[in-house]
């Protein structure tokens, strides 16, 4: 999932954000439905019944966080993205309450906080006067609106149920949210710019397509039947760790001793958290 960093780095210059989110996923539907289409075929009455809530979860999952993030990254910075994305845990925690009544004790509470600090020294590189003087724009509305629609994603990703296979349902989010984005395409070269089609361009749709897509949205899901919704969502502290990463083997930025120490906060949050009662998710 955290791939899509690099997705938002490297294409900047050759997609504007809502074509890329747009062509990203309806790549991942052709290449999904090649390996699905039999069951979507066989069970497409229930696609009927549950058109619905797919297309909820298209829009929410695929459409805005797809095309949001992208977005808020013209106008506003790495650190204020980073930050700003690291709320949604807790917004899945608040609406994990609020829909299923889900309890969390004090050591999934800590282990939270201590995610969280982890995410907030990433990000701000161990400095606090960068995080005093944080300077807030219209890009991290965006990138809010992303945190909060992936935190809704998630928990009714869990409470729709569904007669599909994960990887079957994952291919009709492409599509449906792929549609819900179809119609800001025309209204994008006005705001933004119009998509130039190349090599370059090509290959950043298809690295979209595959790993921040088809293969994170898989294994979310997977994840999220065997350890729940709230800790499923702490994956979004671990962005700024694997963005570290990446940005050290394939940016050739410098690993500093910020982002282990972040990063140990983060996992140790995390372990705090792992004994979360899956049933009450």
């Keep these: ?14 997609l504007p954000p809502i074509s ?3 062509w990203r996923w309806i790549l991942a539907f052709i290449i999904l439905f090649l390996f699905t289409h039999r069951e979507i075929l066989e069970k497409v009455k229930y ?11 298209g829009v929410t999952g695929a459409g805005i966080c797809g095309a949001f993030p992208f977005i808020a990254g013209i106008s506003t910075s790495v650190v204020n993205m980073g930050i700003i994305y690291s709320s949604s845990p ?6 994990s309450y609020l829909i299923f009544k889900t309890q969390l004790t004090y050591r999934q509470i800590f282990g939270f906080f201590l995610s969280f600090v982890g995410v907030i ?13 944080l300077n807030f724009n219209a890009g991290d509305i965006w990138i809010l609106g992303a945190s909060i629609s992936w935190a809704i994603y998630s928990v009714y990703q869990i409470k ?6 994960v990887f079957a349902r994952v291919t009709l989010i492409s599509l449906l949210g ?10 994008e070269k006005y705001f933004f710019y119009s998509a130039t089609v190349n090599s370059s361009a090509i290959f950043w749709i298809i690295f979209a397509a595959l790993s921040p897509s088809i293969i994170a949205f898989f294994l979310y899901a997977k994840l999220q039947k065997r350890v729940g919704t709230n800790i499923a969502g702490l ?28 990063g140990l906060l983060v996992f140790l949050g995390i372990f705090f958290c792992k004994n979360f009662n899956k049933k009450n998710a």
């Design 20 to 22: 890329l989110a747009f």
């Design 178 to 187: 792929a549609i819900s984005l179809f119609p800001f395409i025309f209204l």
């Design 160 to 165: 729709f149920k569904s007669k599909f296979s």
């Design 90 to 95: 807790i917004f899945i925690v608040l609406f």
């Design 47 to 57: 696609f009927k019944k549950e058109f619905l809530n797919i297309f909820f979860l």
């Design 121 to 133: 020294i990433i990000a701000t590189k161990a400095n606090l006067g960068i995080l005093i003087n």
């Design 235 to 262: 994956v979004v502290y671990l962005y700024p760790i694997y963005g570290s990463i990446y940005g050290f083997i394939i940016f050739s930025e410098t690993l500093e001793l910020f982002h282990i120490i972040g």
């Design 1 to 14: 999932m955290a791939s899509n960093l690099i997705v938002a780095r490297g294409a900047v210059e050759y």
